[in-house]
């Protein structure tokens, strides 16, 4: 979505028109969140056997419960934010490219999308203590580890970048 906007976005300049990307996190208070819940049920339900028996009813239940605990630790309650960067974006003199609206969308997302991909998913697949991690049935016990092991992890690049913006903010200071 995000790189459809901005190509969209260039190509209205000619036009004289503004084009706004609005991209809301987890607002748990507007119902649309508990049909997360009832749509892994549809689907589970209408599975094949053999594939219910690789992920098994264990997992099912984590991913379901997860679903809550996303929605109670990072969602926001001011449902209101997200028409206020409606209406700001529409009607603002000076409106913004991009609006996060939400404190994951925000914060944590916005993190996200800056680090290599191999942190993203080591922070995504810490498990939480109140909800330790099911992993699916027939999955190997080294299952993870194995792609793990796989992946180039970018740590070389992500420390030279780090490198350079600690030495350019220095240089900044001085």
Not at 12 to 20: I, L, S
Not at 134 to 153: H, I, L, Q
């Amino acid at each position: 979505m995000q790189a459809y906007a901005d190509c969209l976005r260039r190509d209205m300049y000619p036009w004289g028109v503004t084009v706004h990307l609005i991209e809301p996190g987890v607002f748990p208070n507007t119902g649309l969140y508990e049909r997360f819940q009832t749509g892994l049920d549809h689907v589970w339900d209408r599975l094949d056997a053999d594939v219910k028996a690789d992920y098994g009813e264990a997992h099912k239940t984590f991913v379901r419960q997860l679903l809550g605990f996303t929605l109670k630790e990072f969602g926001t309650l001011d449902s209101t934010l997200v028409p206020k960067a409606y209406v700001h974006a529409v009607c603002d003199a000076a409106p913004k490219y991009r609006y996060r609206v939400g404190n994951d969308s925000k914060y944590l997302m916005t993190i996200l999308a800056n680090v290599h991909e191999s942190t993203s998913d080591a922070i995504f697949t810490i498990s939480d203590p109140r909800l330790p991690y099911v992993k699916p049935a027939a999955a190997p016990a080294n299952g993870a580890d194995t792609a793990w092991s796989r992946y180039d992890r970018g740590w070389k690049r992500f420390a030279a970048i780090m490198l350079v913006v600690l030495f350019v903010a220095y240089r900044m200071r001085r």
